[in-house]
């Protein structure tokens, strides 16, 4: 049931001629291994990174240092410019990326565990979702939830 989603995407993406990049940092890697599991997914992926530390999103995805410091890592506009450094870094055809907080520990009351930012750049323009998820939900889940919410988010905007 999870991975229908993630094979359209593969399929279009394949049909397409197009290639995906991802960069994560609340799914540490996981969006990039299940885009990976698919079989002839080396024909659409075409680099991905983990930029979990603000440090990484600076230096790999050129995110200004004001931008982490004003909004902060899990935001709108962080997501926003992961997105676009993604892009501009890779020159793929869609960036998908995650920012937020999988917990159990870490959140605020203004960002509480179960929040993230998903962005995905296509065809010149970079959108961004909100998203939040209950905070009991464990960690490995939360992830795994995250990553679903990205895959359902790139099949939306290319019409899936």
Do not use: W
């Not at 024909?43 to 902060?72: C, H, M, R, W």
């Not at 993230?116 to 998820?133: C, D, G, M, P």
């Amino acid at each position: 049931m999870f991975d229908r989603k993630l094979k359209k995407l593969a399929k279009y993406l394949i049909e397409n001629n197009l290639t995906v990049s991802t960069a994560e940092s609340c799914t540490g890697g996981l969006l990039s291994s299940r885009l990976t599991d698919v079989s002839g997914s080396s024909d659409f992926v075409k680099l991905n990174f983990v930029t979990y530390a603000n440090f990484a999103k600076e230096s790999i995805l050129d995110v200004d240092k004001k931008i982490l410091e004003k909004f902060g890592a899990v935001s709108e506009e962080c997501a926003y410019n992961m997105a676009a450094g993604l892009h501009k870094k890779t020159n793929c055809d869609m960036a998908i990326c995650t920012t937020g907080i999988a917990g159990p520990t870490g959140g605020t009351k203004e960002k509480p565990v179960g929040l993230a930012y998903i962005s995905v750049y296509f065809k010149e323009n970079i959108l961004v979702r909100k998203v939040q998820f209950p905070s009991f939900i464990p960690r490995k889940l939360m992830k795994f939830l995250f990553t679903q919410k990205a895959i359902s988010f790139a099949c939306k905007i290319i019409e899936l």
